[in-house]
Structure formats: C-alpha cells, structure tokens
C-alpha cells in the first residue's frame, strides 16, 4: 500500500507527444461529410476555419504527433499537473477501493482547456494568423483562448452564450484581462445571430448557436480563423497528454486502475484521460473499465441518437456521425455549462458504439452533493461540470464497498469551480432543480436530424 497522497512528475518526464487513437482503432470512426454535397470533406473544406497543421492532425492516423517546443515551454507553467491519492475521500466514504484524482485545475484558466488552447493559438501563429473567433458557455473556454491568445499575439472574440454572460461576470472580466473581446451570443453581429434575435430578443442563447456566430464571422472574414474547445479529434488529442500523465504518475505511486472515470460535455477531457489507457487496451494490454459521466438534463451520450449531425444551430459545419440531441436542442439552464452541449465527439461516440466506454448520466443535485463531500475531504472544490466525474468516482466506490473489493479508481478533476459559486450559493440553498430533459423538445429537435444518404 502507497501512502503517499501527491504524485509529481518531474518537468523533464512531461510527454513530448500527443497520442492519436486513430492510429490504434479496429474499425474506422464514420467520414465527415460536406453538408452541400453529402461527401467526405477533404482538408481544402477545412481551410477557410482552420491553419493547415490543425487540419492534418484532424485527419492523421500517425500514433504520435510532436509537441512543439514553444507549446510544452508555456505547459510547463502549469505541466505535469499533479495526481492525487484521494485518502481522505476513502476514509469518508469507507471503501476499501483507492481513489486517484489527476487535477487539471492548476492551469492558468482553471480547468484542462489550456492543454488545447495553446497549440491553437500557436498553430494559428506559426500560420500567420492574427484573429480568432471562438464561442463560449460557462466561459472556461473563451477564457483559456483568451490566455493563449495573448501568448501568441492573437486578438480573440469570444461569444458567450448569454445566459451565462448575463450571470457570470468574472469569467468575462477573466477573459477582457487577457484581452479577448467578449459578445452575448445570440448577437447583432452576424446573420445567424440576428435571424434567431428576430424570433427570440430575449434568447437565452446556447452552444450551438454561438459556434453558428464565431464560424460565420471566420469563414466570411479572410484574416480570421475559428477555433473549437472540444469535439473534434485534434482537439481530443491534445487533451491526451492528461493520461499520458496520469500513466506515469500511478506507476510511481506502483497501482494501475481498474476503472477511469470522466465528464463529458464535448467529450475532451474525458478523452485526455482515457484514450491513451484505452490506446494500450487496443494494442493488446490491459482491459479497464472506461465510464463517461454526462448531465441527465442533456443525455447526448446515453439518451441521444448516433446518426450524421450538424455541430451548430445555423448549419454551417460539415456533417458527424455522433450522438446527438439534435442540432436545434436548447438544453435547460442548469448549471454545468460547460456540459451543455447537444452532439458529443465523434471519437468518444465511435467507441461507445464499439463498447470500449461505458456511459451513465447522474442530476445536478446528486453531483453538487457529490462535490461538496469530495470539498470537505480533500480541500478542492470542484467545476459543475467535474462535480459529474467525482460523482461517478464515489459510486464506483460505493459499488466496490458493497462488493468488498479494493479496485483502482482515477478520475479527471478537470477543473476547480471558484468562478462557479453562484452554482454552490444556489445548490445550499436548495434551488437547482432536477430536471429530466423535456421529452417533445427532444423528439422535435431529433425529428429535424438531416437526412444523409446510406
Ligand atoms: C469545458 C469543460 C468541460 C466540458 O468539456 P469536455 O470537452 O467534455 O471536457 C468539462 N469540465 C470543465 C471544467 C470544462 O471547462
């Protein structure tokens, strides 16, 4: 038995390269399609959003991809993150499992966002781009472009989702530090913006929707790209360098987990920790248990269908096959905005269509008790969105405690919620509500599924 309760990995042991689990698949994940022509796009389509490394890394099926030295020197501000014996959690909980943590709470905007914001912007850079268009929800994103952003000399807008413009101030002050420019979405600036303000003045706005805004304003403006905090492989990719990690750091502490657990809104972090484990899977090692957390408000990954969909609101993205909520669902304003999403990555929804992940979906007042129990033992208080993947944790070892068994369990603890206390105000004072998702709007939005030929 380890007591130790913190694993640090020494700067010179920081991973020098992403893992690209498209290298290891036994079945390819389904083409993206042009929405015109119902084709598979090829990297031109891409262009006018994306700089060209990004896009070839979207495509690449080479197991390792290089850090670029520029990139690992601004990790190393916050890299290797630390991981963490949960001891006291155990002690709470009773159960004999040991619980790991790895904390991604220590990068500059809080959460593991950085870990791809920074190559974006470095790409971007190297391309000679010197704007940035971007959406936000809870406003950990924006906020973590926002600081790539300023590394790099790029000027970055951000559209918020105007619900939580409105009601958090500090991110978008967080960002305005950094010297992004910050916009309620849906906004006057764009077409897209305008035609749902025509409907809705009083919108309150949603994910897809403000990615509809960021991508019109790149693909009509020659100077300015876009850029996407999670869903897309490049970005899931460069999340991997959590598990590559967390790899390292449990064969210090001489343990391998039985079971990892993630949120999921887009499915990045919950990638950067498990596909490079999942990686080894497929090459023959180890089998683990793999279990994705989402908000049982908006079930993409266990209530949603895997069919072709667009990845906003106005339908201006190509085409992936992913579980999806459809493209017109506004999920409730709960409270992990960060996992208010209607489509999930289609990695992560590729390999829950082959089994190799596990989903489950848990209310929002079950993950606040959750992560207020895991506060009071260990000191962190949690995002939302992490309160999904310590709930996870602690029933894995309820079950373990039930089963008398003393398994291994890591979770991502993706980011700390000190911008997110109105969440915990309103949770103590018993107002967020449970709310299941609303089964016509839902029935509505996958009715409007695009229809793509066989
Ligand atoms: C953005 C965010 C999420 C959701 O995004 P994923 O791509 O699913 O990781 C979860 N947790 C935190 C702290 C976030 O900032």
Redesign the pocket.
Known sequence: MNDRTKFLLDESRMPKHWYNIMADLPVPPAPVLHPGTMQPVGPDDLAPLFPMELILQEVSTEREIEIPEPVREVFRLWRPSPLFRAHRLEKALGTPAKIYYKY??VSP?????PNTAVPQAWYNAQAGIRKLTTET??G??GS?LAFAGALFGIDVTVYQVRVSYDQKPYRRALMETYGAKCLPSPSDTTNSGRAILAQNPNHPGSLGIAISEAVEIAATHDDTKYSL???LNH??MH?TIIGQEAMLQLEMAGDDPDVIV???????????ICFPFIGQQLRGGRKRRIVAVEPAACPSLTRGKFAYDFGDTAHLTPLTKMHTLGSTFTPPGFH????R?HGM?PLVSHLKELNLIEATAYHQNACFEAGVLFARAEGIV?????N??VKGAIVEALRCKAEGKAETILFNL???GHFDMTAYINYAAGKLTDQTYDEKELAMALAGLPSVPA
Do not use: D, I, R
């Open positions: 991604e709470g905007a809080g959460s593991h966002k929800g809870a950990q994103w973590s905090g999670s869903v970005v899931l999340q993630g949120c999921t809104g887009g499915g990045s972090n919950f990638a950067g992990a905005g960060g996992l999403y990555a949690p995002a939302p969105e992490a999904h993947a993706c980011g700390h």
